[in-house]
């Protein structure tokens, strides 16, 4: 998708980045790979179509890590062979009869297999011990989708659609993105899966998952239509079991969310998940990756589909309007499909956690938005940020106003980017308010307010006396409403109901 910021700001780039990548827009993706559920090997070819920005374009990069060979590279239909791959870029020399040319489509045949590990590898393969299942699954945010796939690593460039074509041995089903098009019988017992999505996509949520798979699905009614929820499970007797009630109550999900958010943002294609040996979920755009059908996960990465996919964040300083929307999301399914009990239970636990960082901010430095840890803090980023929208909720005393600030917001920035401030510009327009003191207390400030008080009462007079510090010196107040919860006794209240008097101090 084109974008309407001519410069990235650095915190939206993966540190790796070329400011040559600049000088064309994404439109189209098409990765056509050789895949296995027993390696991280992968063999096949990526084609972008891109759009030139700059005057003329003489030089195509694309970052791509080099534990992949580049096998041959084809521009405009032609084999070019000039061209380098240094330090995870690729950077291609465009023959100057196509340097001014608008549109332009270039393919690169790669083969290799990823050597790092952990929870940010880009493509892992691990083993399901609770189901004896073995998966190969890529994650790419922030950074990692060069571990997997030529890309251009820009939060500001959504592509326009994508296809995801998968070839795998004949016992093995891969899930991802979109809608599964076609299933194509090839040589030797191979199959491949023909994924297609047709919605604006962020470079990090394009995936797959591949394993023995078996699908589970049903459909769910969203206004007059009826949608596919799309479940690839393990091929083991105990999963439906154990997970059928919870990935049945996906359903429940998108009725309630598109309640409150607006309608599903991907209904002409599908929801669904592919299970992984992953810690969590990760909301890769229609097919979320998560290793467990626990209430709460589903919950939150369902609610990425509109915050964070839908709406993706400007800036990875901006993370709270992915993570702290989705982590409060999870408090929304509680208390409107579980009890309210369960609601408090898990905001108590929101607020413990956001106050184990007695300094931190939800709002990143250009330094920390490099850091993948800091960005995916779960006491700042997760919890802090859920944190404020509850703040905002009781600022405003309106859940009609507040509900309808999320999906205006929403709606504003549809299938784009936003920042922190651009959703209190919304909650500015929707209620005439000034809350530039909540944006800079809450989510440029550092930490929280911490309260003392006592109490005395003197005949007809209840005294309370309170005070506040910051649990951090860069933000020493905190302009906040503050609830008192007053208890008489029976006795009291007969005597006192018409004479107690509250004094503040």
């Avoid at 003329?56 to 239909?77: A, C, H, M, P, T």
């Avoid at 596919?228 to 439906?240: E, F, G, S, W």
């Avoid at 308010?433 to 930490?447: E, K």
């Amino acid at each position: 998708m084109t974008s309407d910021y001519p410069i990235p700001p650095y915190s939206s780039l993966s540190p790796g980045y070329s400011q040559l990548e600049d000088y064309y827009d994404v439109e189209f993706y098409f990765i056509d790979l050789e895949v296995s559920d027993t390696t991280t090997f992968i063999k096949g070819s990526a084609t972008i179509k891109a759009k030139r920005k700059a005057e003329k374009l003489d030089r195509f990069v694309l970052e791509l890590q080099n534990v992949y060979s580049v096998d041959s590279i084809r521009f405009q239909g032609n084999w070019i062979w000039d061209f380098t791959h240094i330090s995870g870029l690729l950077s291609v020399h465009v023959p100057e009869v196509h340097q001014t040319d608008n549109l332009f489509t270039i393919q690169v045949f790669y083969h290799g297999q990823s050597t790092r590990t952990g929870f940010f590898a880009g493509i892992s393969n691990a083993v399901s011990t609770s189901y004896n299942t073995r998966v190969t699954y890529t994650l790419s945010e922030p950074f990692q989708s060069s571990h997997w796939f030529p890309s251009k690593q820009n939060l500001y460039d959504k592509a326009d659609s994508a296809w995801i074509f998968l070839t795998v041995d004949s016992t093995l089903t891969p899930g991802s993105n979109g809608v599964l098009t076609n299933i194509s019988l090839l040589p030797r017992g191979k199959r491949r899966f023909e994924w297609k999505t047709r919605y604006p996509i962020a470079y990090y949520l394009l995936s797959f998952s591949v394993a023995k798979y078996k699908d589970y699905s049903f459909y769910v009614r969203l206004g007059s239509d009826s949608m596919l929820v799309q479940n690839y499970i393990y091929d083991h007797p105990d999963i439906l079991v154990n997970e059928k009630e919870n990935i049945d109550k996906t359903a429940e999900l998108l009725v309630l969310f598109s309640d409150k958010f607006g309608q599903y943002p991907y209904t002409r294609e599908k929801y669904g998940h592919c299970m992984a040996p992953i810690g969590g979920g990760m909301e890769n755009q229609t097919m979320t990756t998560l290793n467990i059908f626990k209430f709460g996960l589903v919950a939150h990465e369902l609610a990425h589909q509109w915050f964070g996919n839908y709406v993706t964040c400007a800036t990875w300083q901006d993370i709270w309007v992915n993570e702290g929307f989705a982590t409060y999301c999870e408090y929304i399914a509680l208390e409107n499909l579980v009890s309210e009990d369960e609601a408090r239970s898990f905001l108590k636990q929101v607020f413990a956690r956001a106050t184990n960082n007695p300094e931190g901010s939800v709002f990143l430095t250009e330094d920390e938005s490099k850091v993948e840890w800091r960005i995916f803090n779960g006491e700042l980023s997760y919890n802090k940020g859920a944190a404020i929208l509850h703040m905002l909720r009781y600022e405003l005393n309106n859940d009609e106003l507040f509900f309808r600030i999320l999906t205006k917001y929403i709606t504003e920035f549809s299938d784009s980017i936003a920042t922190g401030q651009d959703f209190i510009h919304i909650a500015e327009q929707e209620t005439g308010l000034d809350l530039d003191w909540f944006l800079n207390q809450w989510y440029y400030g550092n930490g929280f307010p911490v309260f003392t008080g006592t109490w005395r009462q003197e005949y007809d007079n209840l005294i309370i006396e309170t005070e506040q510090v910051g649990s951090s010196s860069l933000t020493p107040f905190f302009r906040t409403h503050l609830e008192y919860k007053i208890l008489l006794t029976p006795l009291a209240y007969y005597v006192h109901y018409y004479f107690l008097r509250l004094i503040l101090v």
